[in-house]
């Protein structure tokens, strides 16, 4: 759901907060999907959240490239949004 409105509106940066505990393993493949997505259509990535913690095992591809940018703060988040504008 989240990679269609990534698709249909391709954003400069598109952030998602990763609160909760991932119950299931299609939960974590769809992030992954989302990050594909993104990279893609040329969209930035963030991840931030208390949980974020969860994602470091599949936070790079098979080439070692970073599938997103992790975000502690909103002012880290603000920085980023600032340097790709």
Same mark, same amino acid.
């Given at each position: 759901? @989240?990679?269609?409105?990534?698709?249909? =509106?391709?954003?400069?940066?598109?952030? @998602?907060?990763?609160? =909760?505990?991932?119950? %299931?393993? %299609?939960?974590?493949?769809?992030?992954?999907?989302?990050?594909?997505?993104?990279?893609?259509?040329?969209?930035?990535?963030?991840?931030?959240?208390?949980?974020?913690?969860?994602?470091? %095992?599949?936070?790079?591809?098979?080439?070692?490239?970073?599938?997103?940018?992790?975000? =502690?703060?909103?002012?880290?988040?603000?920085?980023?949004?600032?340097?790709?504008?």
């Amino acid at each position: 759901m @989240l990679a269609d409105a990534v698709i249909d =509106e391709t954003p400069g940066l598109f952030w @998602l907060n990763v609160t =909760e505990a991932f119950r %299931s393993k %299609s939960q974590l493949a769809e992030v992954i999907k989302l990050a594909e997505v993104a990279r893609q259509r040329g969209t930035t990535f963030v991840i931030g959240g208390r949980h974020t913690g969860e994602l470091e %095992s599949v936070a790079t591809d098979g080439e070692g490239k970073p599938r997103w940018i992790v975000c =502690e703060s909103m002012a880290q988040l603000r920085r980023v949004a600032t340097a790709i504008v």
